[in-house]
């Protein structure tokens, strides 16, 4: 697609121009199509902001409108906990999404979510969450692991959810934060609402926010020289997006690991010298439910995956 600049349009900004022009084409996609060099203007590379002088013409390579999203059954390897008729209990690894979401292309917005795995291997899920999230009763970030709950059917994907809204559910994370908290338990109880200028992060500097609820316990405290670091285990009584990283970014003590909310992309710590984790240091180690057709309790436990264990003993032999 090649679009001719009137000259009355000299000044205008390159993404308000193709906003104002691809009608039907977000403006996040537009400044999507930019930075990944997909426009042109004269046949050359450009930047969301730059200024136009008119007569310029203007290439779109990708497609102005993102691929669609869909849920399809892949053979992706899943670790299954627990399983019955009404229910599945699994592992989640980092780097997983749940379903399909962001991403410039059919395969980064559809493929390889846990969604498309759990079509595979059980055929049948709730349709309750509609048909991007079959059997998604909660989700959980695509940096964090752990333990994730799935409805089969419809029936138990309304119990669990009442479940759920109720605050009956109980989830506890594993995280490690750079810094140690002043205290070794607290509970955070600051709103949550969406960045007004950075979309993809949320944040608890706004008012008229969703209630959000953090109980956290220092389990260890480790000086690794001349970084700290705490491990803590953690309780949370809502759902929101984001909600342990935002909540422990707001005390100034960030998740080893979450660039998007303040920690750094690389920690020195003494003998093993400048360190990075590829993921967040934060897992869902323990769920507890109540099976939604019998009634009784389950609770199921994770232990820390292999590269985040790795990760403490590196920083510890460090200290």
Same mark, same amino acid.
């Given at each position: 697609?090649?679009?001719?600049?009137?000259?009355?349009?000299?000044?205008?900004?390159?993404?308000?121009?193709?906003?104002?022009?691809?009608?039907?084409?977000?403006?996040?996609?537009?400044?999507?199509?930019?930075?990944?060099?997909?426009?042109?203007?004269?046949?050359?590379?450009?930047?969301?902001?730059?200024?136009?002088?008119?007569?310029?013409?203007?290439?779109?390579?990708?497609?102005?409108?993102?691929?669609?999203?869909?849920?399809?059954?892949?053979?992706?390897?899943?670790?299954?906990?627990?399983?019955?008729?009404?229910?599945?209990?699994?592992?989640?690894?980092?780097?997983?999404?749940? %379903?399909?979401?962001?991403? /410039?292309?059919? &395969? !980064?917005?559809?493929?390889?979510?846990?969604?498309? +795995? *759990?079509? #595979?291997?059980?055929?049948?899920?709730?349709?309750?969450?509609?048909?991007?999230?079959?059997?998604?009763?909660?989700?959980?970030?695509?940096?964090?692991?752990?333990?994730?709950?799935?409805?089969?059917?419809?029936?138990? %994907?309304?119990?669990?959810? /009442?479940?759920? &809204? !109720?605050?009956?559910?109980?989830?506890?994370?594993? +995280? *490690?934060? #750079?810094?140690?908290?002043?205290?070794?338990?607290?509970?955070?109880?600051?709103?949550?609402?969406?960045?007004?200028?950075?979309?993809?992060?949320?944040?608890?500097?706004?008012?008229?926010?969703?209630?959000?609820?953090? %109980?956290?316990?220092?389990?260890?405290?480790?000086?690794?020289?001349?970084?700290?670091?705490?491990?803590?285990?953690?309780?949370?009584?809502?759902?929101?997006?984001?909600?342990?990283?935002?909540?422990?970014?707001?005390?100034?003590?960030?998740?080893?690991?979450?660039?998007?909310?303040?920690?750094?992309?690389?920690?020195?710590?003494?003998?093993?010298?400048?360190?990075?984790?590829?993921?967040?240091?934060?897992?869902?180690?323990?769920?507890?439910?109540?099976?939604?057709?019998?009634?009784?309790?389950?609770?199921?436990?994770?232990?820390?995956?292999?590269?985040?264990?790795?990760?403490?003993?590196?920083?510890?032999?460090?200290?």
């Amino acid at each position: 697609m090649t679009i001719s600049v009137p000259p009355d349009d000299a000044g205008k900004r390159l993404d308000q121009f193709l906003v104002g022009h691809l009608t039907e084409t977000s403006r996040a996609r537009v400044q999507q199509l930019i930075t990944e060099q997909k426009v042109l203007v004269n046949d050359a590379a450009a930047k969301p902001s730059q200024r136009l002088r008119g007569e310029e013409r203007i290439t779109v390579i990708g497609s102005p409108q993102a691929a669609p999203l869909r849920a399809i059954a892949e053979e992706i390897p899943l670790d299954i906990v627990y399983e019955d008729d009404d229910l599945a209990v699994v592992n989640k690894p980092a780097g997983m999404t749940v %379903h399909a979401g962001a991403g /410039a292309s059919e &395969v !980064q917005r559809n493929r390889g979510t846990l969604v498309n +795995a *759990l079509l #595979h291997h059980f055929k049948t899920l709730s349709a309750v969450g509609g048909e991007l999230r079959p059997g998604i009763v909660h989700r959980l970030d695509k940096a964090t692991s752990g333990l994730i709950l799935v409805a089969k059917n419809d029936e138990a %994907h309304r119990r669990l959810a /009442a479940q759920f &809204v !109720q605050h009956q559910v109980k989830k506890t994370y594993v +995280a *490690l934060v #750079h810094g140690w908290p002043k205290k070794d338990r607290g509970t955070i109880t600051s709103s949550i609402s969406r960045d007004r200028v950075r979309r993809t992060r949320m944040t608890t500097r706004r008012e008229g926010g969703r209630q959000a609820i953090t %109980h956290y316990t220092v389990q260890e405290r480790i000086d690794a020289k001349p970084s700290k670091f705490a491990q803590l285990e953690i309780k949370i009584d809502t759902g929101r997006t984001h909600q342990i990283r935002v909540h422990l970014a707001s005390l100034g003590h960030p998740v080893v690991g979450d660039a998007l909310y303040g920690a750094p992309r690389e920690i020195r710590s003494g003998e093993a010298g400048v360190i990075s984790l590829p993921r967040n240091f934060l897992h869902a180690t323990g769920l507890e439910f109540q099976h939604p057709r019998t009634g009784l309790p389950l609770s199921f436990s994770q232990p820390l995956p292999a590269e985040l264990q790795a990760f403490l003993r590196q920083i510890s032999a460090a200290g």
